[in-house]
């Protein structure tokens, strides 16, 4: 932390720079909280998994233990150890994009298909659900990172199907006009209030950390969606009550 005082001159000049010296002084503080912020987040996301981890592997040695209390610590193991390599695989994704190791790998696909074949993908996921995909959507095509795109419907359709009871609708329009093609991506689930839409696009961030626990999230998910939608110079809003529903629309510009 520090202050840059020096004497005013007549014309104004040391003033501005001063006070640019300043706020730069000030973003490499924020920076360095964020930084600090972000190790220990990720120290957590990782603390929390290992401890079940050790604890319920240390459970196990006891022989006195049914079959069914058996059974019950291993899958506690094996879901905790996708929680961490699921965990590292975002970082990893996460920080190549931030630091542009991972450049866009740009081919003209068909966005329809791609929501398509998505939608059949999580069919295990959403089949007590109703999962519309607009019939309009008649061959849309886009000129963008097939892999990197095909990552943000996955983590958007899986955050609305997971936030949605049985018996409950997802539903995907897909639009275009001149100068952009739009995605929404509309539940009729939980909702989210309106002190957690301001954040939720951030590392970590997670609305009920106990419930987001049970259901095996590590707050990532939304931040990717929005690092690689901003890579391809599109934006995501958000539009959300509790108790209704939300609705995710993504913005992409029309590249052909
Ligand atoms: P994760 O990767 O853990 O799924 P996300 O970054 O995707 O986390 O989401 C952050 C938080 O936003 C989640 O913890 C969840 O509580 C909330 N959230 C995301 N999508 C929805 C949705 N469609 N309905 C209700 N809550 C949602």
Redesign the pocket.
Known sequence: NFNVQIEKDNHGLLDELTARINKIAQGLGSMETLRQNFVADVSHEIQSPLTSISGYAALLENEALTHAERMHYIQIIQVESKRLSKLSANLLKLSSLDIGVTSLSLTKFRLDKQLQNISILLEPQWSKKNLLLDAELDKVTIYADEELLSQVWI?LMH??IK?TTEGGTIHIVLTRDTEKISCTIA?T????APEDQLH?FERF????KSR?RTIG???????MVRKIVELHGGKVTLESEIGKG?TFTISLPVTD
Do not use: C, M
């Open positions: 983590n955050n609305a936030f539940d689930g939980l909702g989210i939720i961030y997670k609305v009920d987001d999230g590590n707050g990532l998910g939304l931040s939300s």
